[in-house]
C-alpha cells in the first residue's frame, strides 16, 4: 500500500526556516523522481520543487534561492529545506511523484509564516 507521510510544518515568522520531511512507502522509491507541492487556501495545488533520482534539482521561480529539495534513498525520504520564508508561502505542502503526480495524497503538513 502506497503511503505519503509529511511533517515538519509550523507556524514561523517571516525570514524564518522550517525543514519538511516526506517519508514514502509502498513504492520503489529510489527509481521515483520526487517533488513537493503546495496548496494555499483558496488555491490550487502548485508544484514547488523537484528531484530526480540522481539528484538533480528543479525549483519554481517563487522559491528559487530560498528552498532545497534533496532525497536519502536509503530512508525513503524526501525533504524541503525552506529559508527566508515569506506570508505568501503560508500553505499546505505535500509530497508526491514530480511533474505527474499519480500516488494517492497524503494528509500534508502546514506551515504558517505570520508577518
Known amino acids: 500500500q502506497v503511503q505519503l507521510v509529511e511533517s515538519g510544518g509550523g507556524l514561523v515568522q517571516a525570514g524564518g526556516s522550517l525543514r519538511l520531511s516526506c517519508a514514502a512507502s509502498?513504492?520503489?522509491?529510489?527509481?521515483?523522481?520526487m517533488g513537493w507541492y503546495r496548496q494555499a487556501a483558496g488555491k490550487q495545488r502548485e508544484l514547488v520543487a523537484g528531484?530526480?533520482?540522481?539528484?538533480?534539482?528543479n525549483y519554481a521561480d517563487s522559491v528559487k534561492g530560498r528552498f532545497t529539495i534533496s532525497r536519502d534513498n536509503a530512508k525513503n525520504t524526501v525533504y524541503l529545506q525552506m529559508n527566508s520564508l515569506k506570508p505568501e508561502d503560508t500553505a499546505v505542502y505535500y509530497c508526491?511523484?514530480?511533474?505527474?503526480?499519480?500516488?494517492?495524497w497524503g494528509k500534508g503538513t502546514l506551515v504558517t509564516v505570520s508577518s
Open positions: 509502498g513504492i520503489i522509491f529510489s527509481i521515483t523522481t
Open positions: 528531484v530526480t533520482t540522481g539528484g538533480s534539482t
Open positions: 508526491n511523484v514530480y511533474f505527474s503526480p499519480w500516488l494517492t
